[in-house]
C-alpha cells in the first residue's frame, strides 16, 4: 500500500517496513500521547458544535471539534467503534461529507497537570499510529489525503492572535478503502519548544479509523 509522507517529516524506512512485518523497533518506549489508544471515553464539553458525536460520547483528553461553528448539516461524526479496532476495545471513527473537515486534536503545555502530551525542548521524537479509511474521497486542492500534523511552540497559543508555532505535517492514507496501515514520522523540537497540539484531519469524504496514537522519545535519549 501506498503512504505517502511530507518531505518535512524524516522517515526511518526500516523502522516502518518492521511496523509492516509487525515488530515495533521502539517497543517499550513510554507512549507519551494520553488516551492514544482511544479507550476512555466521556461526554463533550457543553456549548456550540460543529461535529456530531455518536451516542454523546468524546475521547478523553481529545478535542473533538476542530470545524468553525457556523458549517451547517451535514456535519461530520465522531464515534467510538469497538467492532473495527486494532487493538484494545476500541478505535475512533471518523466520517465526513465532501467539502467537510473532520479531525481531532491533542494539546498540551507547561500549564497543563497532567499534560496529554509532555514534550520537553531539544528533543528528538516520534509519531505514530495506524489509520484504516473506507471510500475515502479527497477535497484538497493538493489532493492530499488524511493530514497528521504537529504544531510546536513555546506557549499554548497556536491559533489565536499572535500565536506563533513550527508545523511538521505528514500526508497518510490513500483514495478508496484500505485496511490498517502504520504511519510514523519524526520531529526535534528547539530549545525554546515545550508546547505540542498534534492533530489528524481530514478534508473529503468517507470514513477513517485510528487507533493506537503515539508520541515516543527516540531511542537513546532520555527525559
Known amino acids: 500500500m501506498a503512504t505517502i ?21 521502539l517497543l517499550g518506549q513510554e507512549n507519551l500521547l494520553l488516551n492514544g489508544g482511544f479507550e476512555e471515553w466521556g461526554s463533550p464539553p457543553l456549548g456550540p458544535r460543529a461535529v456530531n458525536f455518536e451516542n454523546g460520547e468524546v475521547p478523553v483528553q481529545w478535542i473533538a471539534d476542530l470545524r468553525p461553528e457556523d458549517q451547517e448539516e451535514p456535519r461530520p461524526l465522531i464515534a467510538r467503534d469497538i467492532l473495527i479496532k486494532r487493538s484494545g476495545m476500541a478505535s475512533v471513527r471518523l466520517e465526513t461529507v465532501e467539502g467537510m473537515l473532520v479531525g481531532i486534536g491533542l494539546r498540551s503545555d507547561k500549564s497543563w497537570h497532567p499534560a496529554p502530551v509532555a514534550i520537553e525542548p ?3 521524537y516520534v509519531a505514530r499510529g495506524w489509520v ?3 471510500n475515502l474521497a479527497t477535497a484538497d486542492p493538493q489532493g492530499k489525503f488524511i493530514r497528521a500534523l504537529v504544531y510546536l511552540g513555546n506557549g499554548g497559543n497556536f491559533f489565536g492572535e499572535g500565536a506563533q508555532n513550527r508545523q511538521v505535517p505528514a500526508y497518510i492514507g490513500e483514495e478508496g ?3 490498517w496501515t502504520p504511519f510514523q514520522f519524526e520531529f526535534e523540537t528547539s530549545p525554546e519548544e515545550e508546547s505540542l497540539f498534534f492533530t489528524v484531519s481530514f478534508l473529503g469524504s468517507g470514513k477513517i479509523w485510528l487507533d493506537d496514537l503515539e508520541i515516543v522519545l527516540l531511542d537513546g535519549q532520555k527525559k
Open 122 to 124: 531539544g528533543k528528538k
Open 5 to 25: 509522507f511530507s518531505k518535512l517529516g524524516r522517515l526511518h524506512l526500516l523502522s516502518l517496513w518492521l511496523l509492516f512485518a509487525g515488530v515495533n523497533p
Open 132 to 134: 484504516k479509511g473506507e
Open 177 to 179: 478503502t484500505s485496511d
